[in-house]
């Protein structure tokens, strides 16, 4: 809710002081100018990523308007599936404890917390570690830096669309001067020709520039930033888990 209503607030202070200004909206109007910075925006994410990576990028957009999943009370259930699960193991040892990593979905500890099962990284990561932990022959300091390793990958994967997003909104004001730039050629190809055409051509070509700078810093740079946030309170749900 806040990162729409942020959005409105920038935007509405743009144009509200634009129009206090006796600006002319129909001005800002540009549809070629935000083509070219848009779709050459959404141009450099495609070149430079993979399918797997971009699929992330929608979903993770998706997810910043949406309210967070990592609530307080998830935090607690997923202390209390470890808490049995550990006790577990004190009362009929670390053997006892092969049915319920193996076969997850189907472990009366597990099943408890639905969030768990549904998160495959978290899953999985528990899973992992306590396979390890079962088999035995691992030094407990052995396990610890695995699980660091684990979390640093994870956390890898996460970030890794948001930098995406992040190269895209640091681009916007180059490609800003681009389409002002193109903009500038058609103004020089229309001298000769009535003020009022080339006001308006020089005016659509500051308008590209306008446009590059107001996405990068008021709209796409802050989602990215609302992003990594909420990716960083998600790395808890992970850590909290361990042992």
């Known amino acids: 809710m806040f990162v729409i209503i942020g959005i409105v607030v920038v935007f509405g202070a743009v144009v509200g002081g634009y129009l206090m200004e006796h600006g002319n909206i129909r001005v800002l109007l540009q549809p070629a100018e935000l083509l070219i910075i848009g779709g050459a925006g959404a141009g450099t994410v495609l070149v430079a990523n993979p399918l797997h990576v971009l699929k992330k990028i929608v979903a993770g957009l998706a997810g910043v308007f949406g309210g967070s999943k990592f609530t307080k009370q998830r935090y607690l259930d997923s202390l209390k599936t470890m808490y049995d699960l550990f006790n577990k193991a004190r009362r009929e040892g670390l053997i006892a404890l092969e049915s319920d990593v193996e076969e997850p979905d189907k472990s009366p500890i597990f099943s408890k917390n639905p969030f768990f099962l549904k998160d495959h990284h978290v899953r999985d990561f528990i899973c992992d570690t306590m396979r390890m932990a079962v088999t035995g022959g691992i030094e407990p300091f052995d396990v610890d830096q695995m699980m660091e390793v684990d979390m640093d990958v994870h956390h890898h994967g996460e970030t890794v669309p948001i930098s995406a997003l992040s190269t895209m909104a640091d681009s916007l004001p180059g490609l800003g001067i681009v389409a002002a730039v193109l903009g500038v050629v058609i103004t020089m190809g229309a001298l000769g020709g009535p003020p009022e055409e080339i006001g308006h051509k020089v005016a659509a070509a500051l308008v590209g520039t306008f446009l590059g700078i107001l996405l990068c ?27």
């Open 217 to 243: 810093y008021g709209l796409v740079g802050p989602l990215a930033r609302a992003w990594r946030r909420r990716r960083t309170k998600s790395m808890p749900s992970i850590t909290c888990c361990g042992w």
